[in-house]
């Protein structure tokens, strides 16, 4: 259920919180689009890493404020792909450009998020799609919405008849990580329709709310591309676990969202 929480000294309800952070992740998108069309071209990693730092400035000298206004208390989770769990309290987390690298590189799957997590749970998230314009949400107890209009999960019932996806967590991922990210999708390669594999996760995520796919699963993995995407998949009639079923908590080395009806599916595919 939505709690009434101060901020700035005015009682504000988590719904009408969840409104105004929409409204700052698509004043940090607007800004990432206006950097967006042309390749940038880097030689070096350190290079690279200068190339992502500006987009995540960009996106955070209007994020960082805003967000701080709405919740003075709040933590602010400073790396996007720190995982595990938070210490007590209520923290911000967000990247401000997810899917940074495809920007970089004039492709169009990138995004930003924010998600506020309330004793380690997500209570609220907004993703804003810069060139398309489109907002999701989701709030715990009320759903998810793509603009004000409600998301389900797909009716699907079938791993064979499925369309399903896998993301890399981070560059440099360790060896036995890499293996068993491998060998997964072999295994769906044989039991699903079909299998996309790209980064972010988080736009994998919003396909299984909106129920264009049936399922995502990713080894490893950071708290920022995984909480907003696992709030909205719950709250759109999905289900959360890790790669072998077990519940799915930040500490977790594996994650899988799915349509309740190829969850099982999904979960003996990749525990073999």
């Known amino acids: ?39 940038v071209r880097y030689q070096t990693r350190e290079e690279l890493m200068r190339a992502l730092a500006a987009n995540d400035d960009t996106a955070l000298d209007i994020l960082r404020p805003r967000l701080t206004r709405l919740r003075p208390d709040a933590g602010w989770v400073e790396d ?19 899917g940074n690298v495809n920007h970089l590189h004039a492709l169009p799957e990138w995004a930003v998020t924010a998600t506020l997590v309330r004793e380690n749970q997500p209570v609220l998230t907004a993703v804003h799609l810069p060139l398309t314009g489109e907002t999701y949400t989701a709030l715990t107890g009320a759903g998810a919405h793509l603009d004000g209009r409600p998301l389900h999960v797909s009716q699907t019932t079938d791993l064979g008849l499925s369309i399903v996806a ?60 995984l909480l907003p995407g696992a709030l909205l998949v719950t709250e759109a009639g999905g289900r959360i676990s890790d790669a072998e079923g077990r519940p799915w908590t930040p500490q977790s080395e594996s994650f899988l969202a799915a349509a309740p009806g190829v969850h099982a599916e999904a979960v003996a595919t990749l525990s073999r």
């Open 1 to 39: 259920m939505s709690e009434t929480l101060q901020t700035t000294g005015v009682a504000v309800s988590d719904a009408d919180l969840l409104g105004r952070t929409a409204i700052a992740v698509r004043a940090a998108g607007s800004a990432l689009r206006e950097r967006f069309g042309e390749m």
């Open 80 to 98: 996007e792909l720190d995982g595990g769990a938070l210490p007590p309290g209520e923290w911000w987390v967000v990247d401000p450009a997810e």
């Open 166 to 225: 896998t993301s890399q967590a981070r560059p440099d991922e360790d060896e036995k990580v890499v293996r068993r990210v491998g060998s997964s999708i072999t295994a769906m390669l044989f039991d699903a329709l079909v299998v996309r594999t790209a980064v972010p996760a988080t736009l994998h995520l919003l396909n299984v709310a909106a129920g264009r796919i049936d399922a995502f699963w990713q080894f490893a993995g950071a708290r920022a591309d």
